[in-house]
Structures are given as structure tokens and as C-alpha cells.
């Protein structure tokens, strides 16, 4: 497992940017799949998106709802996974968590896959 730090939540208008941070531990940070997921008040944890490597290929997948909004990217230098949300939207509003993990391409969308959690930071946006 990982310790996973997130940061960057607040909170901002619609139509707005954000960037969410996760700075994990640990010296296999570049071997994990990182995903993103939120979860709003009275909502299961819904995916968002994650990161994972085969080889050398690096591969960036999206929930459809924010699909051309968001973008992750990680700096493997720095252990850290980076969450860059534009065109903010109310329906945005979560608390968002980081998660890592050794996680299949099948697998990556799901929450159980993952093994470790950031303690979440809030996202509110405002109409």
C-alpha cells in the first residue's frame, strides 16, 4: 500500500477550473494505476478517471460525465497524480478521492480494485 495526500479542493463558480493534487509515498509509485473518484452527499463512490501503464505506454481513461472537461496527468519525479478540472459544473460537486493500486485494464473503473485512499478533499461548485 501507499499513503495518498490530496489537495486542491475549494470552492469555485460554474464554468470555473480546479486542480486536485494526490502526492503519494512510497517507492513504487510509478507502477500503479491512479484513479480519481468522487462521491456527493447520499451517492455511491462513482469513478472519474484513472491513469495506468502497460509498458510503456501510458493510458488516460474518463467517466463519460466529465469526458473533454478533465484531465489526469502524474509527474512519477514528484509521486504525485494531478486531476486538472475545467468547465466546472454544480453537478461536479463531490468530495473527490485519490486511489492507487495494481489494478487490471478491466478493473480500473471500479472501486474495489483499489487497495489505497486519499482521505478526500471537497469540490463544491456553485451556480
Known amino acids: 500500500q ?3 495526500v ?3 479542493g475549494g470552492l469555485v463558480q460554474a464554468g470555473g477550473s ?3 493534487s494526490c502526492a503519494a509515498s512510497g517507492r513504487t509509485f510509478s507502477g500503479y494505476t491512479m484513479g480519481w473518484f468522487r462521491q456527493a452527499p447520499g451517492k455511491e463512490r462513482e469513478f472519474v478517471a484513472a491513469i495506468r501503464r502497460n509498458g510503456i505506454i ?3 481513461s474518463y467517466a463519460t460525465s466529465v469526458k473533454g472537461r478533465f484531465t ?3 509527474d512519477n519525479a514528484k ?3 494531478f486531476l486538472q478540472m475545467d468547465s466546472l459544473k454544480p453537478e461536479d460537486t463531490a468530495v473527490y478521492y485519490c486511489a492507487a493500486g495494481s ?3 478491466t478493473f480500473y473503473s471500479r472501486t474495489g480494485a483499489y487497495d489505497s485512499w486519499g482521505q478526500g478533499t471537497q469540490v463544491t461548485v456553485s451556480s
Open 58 to 60: 501510458t493510458y488516460s
Open 18 to 20: 480546479l486542480r486536485l
Open 103 to 105: 489494478v487490471s485494464d
Open 72 to 74: 489526469i496527468f502524474r
Open 2 to 4: 501507499v499513503q495518498l
Open 79 to 81: 509521486n504525485t497524480v
Open 6 to 8: 490530496e489537495s486542491g
